[in-house]
């Protein structure tokens, strides 16, 4: 790090639980989020501005008017452009020391699959079921740990999935997917059909960014278990999530009993 870079980071380093060997860990680090929208917002802005070095951003979609309430890394300027490069720019104009990559088709499949490789960890900020189950599934196979966050009308929820960590559960032990021949309920989780009040994607997204920063730079353990917040009263709620043996995603993975 150069006297410019020990500047920026210097109200991390001087944590005791990153310093500078922790903040070295963070620079050295690619972290892959997948939405750029509510929740992916902040998260990108504060990965980039905390000094994860690289950043994938991936979204296909193009920012529109009703996204501007809540998907505050693009503005009124943005309105037509495509979402991951609208966020890229707006991260890089935080810390233009961070290298990004936006990634502007949905990725699914091989494509998916080699994104998460690349990556240190992912950041799932969908608000699809079908993209969460795809985006766990890639992530147990290829060992990432996943941040989880979503956000809906007054109610948010975070989870940390690690599939290093023999206990950890995964996504689908958490919400195992519907049985073949069931409908999916994709609409469940979409701000575009229940709406969603602003502050709220503020509020889990810097949360799914602060469990990153902890697990790219070495800091504090891993959030255990689901944390859901009720934005009506301001209630947090902290429930356990064991490890389904009969997970379709996850029960044959080494390391089980
Ligand atoms: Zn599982």
Known sequence: MNDQALL??????????????????LLASHALVIGAGGLGSPVALYLAA??????????????ELSNLQRQVAHGQADIGRLKAESARDAALALN?????????ERLDGEALALAVQAADLVLDCTDRFASRYAINAACQAEGRPLVSGAAIRFGGQ????????PESPCYACLYPPSKP?????????????NGVVAPLVGLIGSFQALEAVKLLSGAGSAHQGL???DGLTGEWRRFRVPR???????GQRCGQD
């Open 8 to 25: 920026r980071y210097s109200r991390q380093i001087m944590l005791d639980p990153i310093e500078i060997e922790g903040q070295e860990r």
């Open 50 to 63: 905390a000094g994860v070095g690289r950043l994938t951003l991936a979204d296909d979609d193009a920012v």
């Open 244 to 250: 389904d043996p009969a997970c379709p995603v996850c």
């Open 96 to 104: 233009p020391d961070c290298r990004i990559t936006a990634v502007t």
């Open 158 to 165: 975070l989870a940390v999935f690690d599939p290093r960590d």
């Open 181 to 193: 021949g069931e409908p999916v309920d994709d609409e469940e989780l979409r701000c575009a059909e």
């Open 227 to 229: 944390s859901t917040f």
